[in-house]
């Protein structure tokens, strides 16, 4: 298994909180992702970071920042908590080169958020 | 734009019955393929993959052969089992100006009955 681990695993918030996630992998990978999953809608990605304070936006990116201080760590953080980001969060990385041979994003085991 | 669709589920099926879950696919480069699955309760691991036109990936009785004519990358097993009960996601990888771009299929739930 990857060297990924996300914290925290489970988190009920209040609406209007800041949330941060964390994301640690051990494996000196580049590319780190957050994505957010839910009924209906599989994966969507919410921001990825493809080298220290290098980020960028995905496909649902408002109302989550991000930070990427270090090689082994990306936070995500819910700005405002918000009922329709209660979610399960995913992290994810991969390795340039391993994508470009064809190899694969190794997942986290998820952070379920529920915002009340 | 680069897209993935997959099979609406659910798909519930007896044990030892056969399995196909459609996956086509729509990019302007030259993906790369997946099948993730996803058991309850965790994260998603990597069931097999292809990464041009007519390879064939195969995993623990799982395969899917990348059809660039068709644009598809069916998932098949010949016999399933109570344990293959999961979510199942078809992805794609393409490269493009020095970044990797990353698109995931909705996701079919398969039950498998005894």
């Known amino acids: 298994d990857a060297g990924i681990t996300q914290s925290p695993r489970h988190k009920v918030t209040e609406t209007g909180t800041p949330v941060t996630l964390r994301c640690h992998q051990t494996e000196n990978h580049r590319y780190m992702y957050w994505y957010r999953q839910d009924p209906g809608h599989g994966l969507r990605l919410i921001h990825y970071s493809y080298g220290v304070k290098d980020t960028d936006k995905g496909e649902v990116s408002d109302g989550y920042s991000v930070s990427r201080s270090k090689t082994e760590d990306f936070l995500l953080t819910l700005e405002s908590a918000t009922s329709s980001q209660t979610s399960v969060y995913f992290c994810?990385?991969?390795?340039?080169?391993?994508?470009?041979?064809?190899?694969?994003?190794?997942f986290g085991e998820g952070s379920w958020l529920t915002v009340v | 734009g680069d897209s993935v669709t997959q099979m609406e589920g659910p798909v519930t099926l007896s044990e030892e019955a056969f399995l196909t879950i459609n996956c086509t696919y729509t990019a302007t480069g030259y993906p790369s393929l997946f099948w993730y699955v996803q058991y309850p309760g965790e994260g998603l691991q990597l069931l097999l993959k292809a990464t041009k036109a007519d390879d064939k990936g195969s995993n623990k009785g799982f395969e899917a052969t990348y059809r660039k004519e068709t644009t598809s990358f069916h998932l098949e097993k010949g016999s399933v089992q109570v344990s293959d009960s999961a979510v199942y996601f078809c992805a794609l990888i393409l490269t493009q100006g020095g970044s990797e771009k990353l698109v995931f299929g909705k996701g079919t739930k398969l039950t498998v009955n005894p």
């Open positions: 994810a990385i991969s390795d340039y080169r391993a994508l470009l041979s064809g190899n694969t994003i190794y």
